[in-house]
Each structure stands twice: as structure tokens, then as C-alpha cells.
């Protein structure tokens, strides 16, 4: 099956600083979505970006299917940004293991 | 819309005892999707459906497990008999294109 890697796993950033999470697919897919998992457990989704540069508010994202991977910019981190982000491919969504985002005050 | 409803949110069992979980998609999607989330395994897919119709139910564990979707606004996973290993966060999901996850419910078996 397809294999969906991550990276950071872990990144502990200041308050307003930026950050850059990285997903990487091992085929060439027509679907990828960016979820936040807030700390009580529900996923939010951020994105459902195939392919293109998507921004909403301080995140934006860009996926480069030719390349397999897709990047997620956060920007002017807040402390309501902490959880865990996956990136998810596929139809059948197969999950990233995640990066753990903290925000620090 | 209300998003997908997962009823109950929180469960807790005994080894050995039936467990049902529900879920209502949001209305107007043709799919549905049944995740587990473990520590161990991060998320992954149990089952999906496509117009009420199960398409893969290759991530199912074992014969304890078994899912329906009667109709296009409600589907059921159960789990008979349940055991500690199943104790986990249960989500459904369900699309048109983009998938919407609902809020979960939480397993323990004891």
C-alpha cells in the first residue's frame, strides 16, 4: 500500500514564530487532506488539496503531486495551534504517523 | 449541517460483551469510513462503503468485528465479543470528495 511519512515528528516553537510541516507519499494519488488533531481528540480539517497552493487565515498549503509530497505553512504560531497534524492520501485516507506541534507562550 | 454524529461518545465494557457504535454521515455524501486510533497503530482504516454498499473491509481485524450501512444516513460497527485489545478511539467519517470525520468514541474494554 501507499506510505505516507511525516516530518518533523515533534516541533516546540515559540509563540508567533513559523513553521513548515513536510508530507511525503510514496504514489502518485488524487486526493491529500491536512487535519489538526486538537488536544481533545476531534480532527479538523485544514485542507483537501490534491494538488495547488491553498491559504486560509495564517495556514496555507502546497501540494506538488508530480513530486509526492505536500507542505503545510503555519505562520504567527498561536498556542491554540498545538496538536498533532496529519497528512491523510488517498480515498481511503491513508494517515502520516503526524507531527506533534506545541506552541509555547 | 450538523457534521457526522457518532453516538456514544465514550464506552466502557467488559471483556467478552457486545459493543455497538453509530454513526449518521452528513447528508448528501456517498461514503462512509470507520477508523481506529491506537498509540501503537495510529489511525488506520477499518471499512468503507460507497452508496451504502461495503467496498473494503480489508483493515477489519478479525471475525469479531462487523459493520452495516442500512441506509444512506446510518451505519453501525460492532464488535462481539470485545476484548482489551479493542480498546481505542473509533472514528466514522464520511464524503463526497473531501472527508469530514466526526467526533469519535472512546472504547475501554476491561
Redesign the interface.
Known sequence: GIQVEQSPPDLILQEGANSTLRCNFSDSVNNLQWFHQNPWGQLINLFYIPSGTKQNGRLSATTVATERYSLLYISSSQTTDSGVYFCAVGKKLTFGTGTRLTIIP | DAGVIQSPRHEVTEMGQEVTLRCKPISGHN?L?W?RQTMMR????LI?FNNNVPI?DSGMPEDRFSAKMPNASFSTLKIQPSEPRDSA?Y?C?SSH?????G??T?LTVL
Open positions: 461514503s469510513f477508523y495510529g489511525l488506520e482504516l468503507y473494503d478511539v472514528f467519517a470528495n473531501e472527508q469530514f470525520f467526533p469519535g472512546r
